[in-house]
């Protein structure tokens, strides 16, 4: 800005090239909100002072009802997401010893090495979301149910 007062100035230029900064124009966009939210005030017909209208508006946003419909800290969830994680391999486990016969049948059906079937069986790692997955999509009832359900 260049003004010595550090106000903003307003040139309309018209689709014929010509530019019209007088207050009437800018008087006559603010009024038809051509301004993008924003409101004109006149000091002079030089000099326009531009104030946001849309930051005045944010003060009625409800942000009580907002938080309260986001459930933000309002209560702590039922259980314990670290928890969940750290049971999963047990999880895994029993739902793997319950639906296939031996380690062969774990590799086949979910493409891991014998090391990866091995660790799973003896319930020393869980599976990756893909394996999870697969798991679901082969049995949709007994697989969440196993690997998801609260105790």
């Known amino acids: 800005m260049s003004n010595s007062n550090d106000q903003p100035q307003i040139v309309v230029v018209y689709s014929d090239g010509s530019s019209y900064p007088t207050a009437d124009t800018v008087k006559q966009l603010s009024d038809r909100g051509l301004l993008g939210g924003q409101k004109v005030e006149h000091s002079s017909a030089q000099t326009f ?22 459930g933000r800290g309002a209560s702590m969830p039922a ?11 047990d999880r895994w486990q029993a739902y793997i010893r319950a639906n296939y016969r031996n380690l062969n049948h774990v590799q086949l059906i979910f493409g ?18 893909g394996h999870v997955a697969i798991a679901v999509n082969e049995h949709p009832v007994a697989a969440p149910r196993m690997l998801f359900a609260a105790e």
Do not use: C, M
Not at 49 to 67: G, I, T
Not at 79 to 89: A, G, I, L, N, S
Not at 112 to 119: L, P
């Open 49 to 70: 002072r531009l104030e946001n209208v849309s930051a005045q508006l944010s003060d009625k946003f409800p942000h009580a009802a907002h938080n309260e419909i986001l």
């Open 112 to 129: 891991v090495s014998e090391r990866t079937a091995r660790k799973w069986w003896k319930g020393e790692t869980g599976a990756n979301g």
């Open 79 to 89: 259980y314990d997401p670290h928890q969940v994680h750290r049971e999963f391999p």
